[in-house]
Structures are given as structure tokens and as C-alpha cells.
């Protein structure tokens, strides 16, 4: 059973940084975040292949977010620079041992989710 337990997040002033991990205690074939701002749907972030680390971010987040992986600690992170009230929202670790191809990220194509870690950016 893979387990995906998030941290990090908080609350900051637009244009101000903040990260987040995700601690998981299996490899997949790819890792990831998705959002999820209230009445909105969930949102791909960013994803990293585990084997390659090849990066894919949504164009929302690009040049802005940016998505590591530490093999030796298990953990993925998300580094957010310059963050804008758009960004709030529920942050989700995701996960899936298969090999697709996700992009698009859609959220039916990840198997494992974690509980998700709140941010929240004000203007």
C-alpha cells in the first residue's frame, strides 16, 4: 500500500515563497501535486518522473513552481516562488506506479492520493 503523507504549506502574501513535501514509503513511476481552490475542480500541478526526473508543470505554475524529488529521504517537493491568490488552495500529493503518459494530468490516472496540505496566498 502506498502511503503519501504531505507537510509544509501555510499561509504568506502574495509574491512571498513557500514549499511543500511529500513523504512517500514506495516508489511509483511518477509523482505529482494537484490543487484544488474552493467550488473549483482539482488542478495537475506538477509531476516528476522517479526514474529519469523529467519534469512536467501546468502553464499556470511555469517558471513560477518547481518540483524535486530526494530518493534518499523518499520525498518529493514543491518549491513556490512568487505566489499569487490563485494559488490558494488544497495541495495534494498524488502517485501511480503505472506507465502512462500524464500529460495532461488528469486525476483519474493517479491510483494513490494523499490527504492534501492547505496554502493559502492574500493579496
Known amino acids: 500500500l502506498v502511503q503519501l503523507v504531505e507537510s509544509g504549506g501555510g499561509s504568506v502574501q502574495a509574491g512571498g515563497s513557500l514549499s511543500v513535501s511529500c513523504r512517500y514509503n514506495?516508489?511509483?513511476?511518477?509523482q505529482g501535486w494537484f490543487r484544488q481552490a474552493p467550488g473549483k475542480e482539482r488542478e495537475g500541478v506538477a509531476l516528476?518522473?522517479?526514474?529519469?526526473?523529467?519534469?512536467h508543470y501546468a502553464d499556470s505554475v511555469k517558471g513560477r513552481f518547481t518540483i524535486s524529488e530526494d530518493h534518499a529521504k523518499n520525498t518529493v517537493y514543491l518549491q513556490m516562488t512568487n505566489l499569487k491568490p490563485e494559488d490558494t488552495g488544497m495541495y495534494y500529493c498524488?502517485?501511480?506506479?503505472?506507465?502512462?503518459?500524464?500529460?495532461?494530468?488528469?486525476?483519474?490516472?493517479?491510483?494513490?492520493w494523499g490527504r492534501g496540505t492547505q496554502v493559502t496566498v492574500s493579496s
Open positions: 516528476i518522473y522517479h526514474l529519469d526526473g523529467r519534469t
Open positions: 514506495k516508489d511509483n513511476y511518477v
Open positions: 498524488v502517485a501511480d506506479s503505472r506507465r502512462l503518459t500524464y500529460d495532461p494530468m488528469i486525476p483519474g490516472d493517479f491510483g494513490y
